[in-house]
T-cell receptor, first 111, second 114 residues
Framework: GENVEQHPSTLSVQEGDSAVIKCTYS??????FPWYKQELGKRPQLIID?????GEKKDQRIAVTLNKTAKHFSLHITETQPEDSAVYFC??????????FGSGTQLTVLP | GAVVSQHPSWVICKSGTSVKIECRSL??????MFWYRQFPKQSLMLMAT?????????EQGVEKDKFLINHASLTLSTLTVTSAHPEDSSFYIC??????????FGDGTRLSIL
């Protein structure tokens, strides 16, 4: 089955700086890569996703890059704000119906 | 759009009782629903995949007789934890999807077994 590794497990950045979270996956047939944000005690919310036919996708301050050859993808958050503080999960799968989640990254944005 | 409602949000009960958790897709028809378990500060662990009108597919190590899943309609799936014990205490969270759409999660249910 799919194995997803996520790093780092914790990340602290100063407000306004950028944050980068990286994930690797093992199944070369995976072609769907979403990122979820989960605030304490709340539901995971989809913030961005990418499919394997593109290498990069951007939505305002959030971007995701995908390297299919190396089997890794990354989340980039620019101009971080305190409200970006949360746990971020990457996931990988052959479709949205077959996802394996990473272990999560606790992002703290320091004011 | 894509709102998933989960009830109850918190339940405390005695050891040995059964607990039912509901997951509803409010504004779309979910062909597939998923049930996850999440321990504190850990990732989402898939328990089972549920397709409307058919039996759920359980992940390895998940007892299907203990965690009963019913997906009777395109908008409702239920998870029943039977004869719950303290080790079943956890955060249970559902998600729903339809063809070519992302998974959308419910708010989760915090289950505490005394």
């Amino acid at each position: 089955g799919e194995n997803v590794e996520q790093h780092p497990s914790t990340l602290s950045v100063q407000e306004g700086d950028s944050a980068v979270i990286k994930c690797t996956y093992s199944d070369s047939a995976s072609n769907y890569f979403p990122w979820y944000k989960q605030e304490l005690g709340k539901r995971p919310q989809l913030i961005i996703d990418i499919r394997s036919n593109v290498g990069e996708k951007k939505d305002q301050r959030i971007a995701v890059t995908l390297n299919k050859t190396a089997k890794h993808f990354s989340l980039h958050i620019t101009e971080t704000q305190p409200e970006d503080s949360a746990v971020y999960f990457c996931a990988s799968g052959r479709s949205a119906r077959q996802l394996t989640f990473g272990s999560g990254t606790q992002l703290t944005v320091l004011p | 759009g894509a709102v998933v409602s989960q009830h109850p949000s918190w339940v405390i009960c005695k050891s040995g009782t059964s607990v039912k958790i509901e997951c509803r897709s409010l504004d779309f028809q979910a062909t597939t629903m998923f049930w996850y378990r999440q321990f504190p500060k850990q990732s989402l662990m898939l328990m089972a995949t549920s397709n409307e009108g058919s039996k759920a597919t359980y992940e390895q190590g998940v007892e299907k007789d203990k965690f009963l899943i019913n997906h009777a309609s395109l908008t409702l799936s239920t998870l029943t934890v039977t004869s719950a014990h303290p080790e079943d205490s956890s955060f249970y969270i559902c998600s729903a999807t339809r063809v070519s759409q992302p998974q959308h999660f419910g708010d989760g249910t915090r289950l505490s077994i005394l």
